[in-house]
């Protein structure tokens, strides 16, 4: 928890947060790669934590995605990115 309100202020740009709200993603080219074509698949995103990545999944193509965490304030941040982004992606405490 303690963790998750310093990685949505995301003060050293690592998160890439403006890119992944813009409908980007924040994914490393290794990670894009090494997933594969995602496009109109549905994904289940464990230990999502920020958000971040699973709205990148979103953004990328899949059809539809959830992300799980067990952290409530990583989730709390991970709900107000999707909101911000307009994503319909879904997060799951």
Do not use: M, W
């Not at 074509?37 to 990148?56: A, E, M, N, P, R």
């Not at 899949?62 to 909101?83: C, K, M, N, W």
């Amino acid at each position: 928890d303690d963790r998750a309100e310093l990685h949505a202020t995301d003060k050293t740009g690592s998160y890439r947060i403006e890119n992944v709200l813009a409908g980007g993603s924040n994914l490393y080219e290794l990670e894009t790669r090494e997933v594969g074509d995602i496009f109109g698949k549905d994904i289940v995103h464990l230990q999502c934590h920020i958000g971040l990545d699973t709205i990148s999944l979103r953004n990328l193509g899949a059809g539809s995605v959830t992300g799980l965490d067990f952290s409530p304030r990583a989730i709390a941040a991970a709900r107000d990115f999707a909101s911000k982004a307009g994503s319909d992606v879904r997060f799951v405490e």
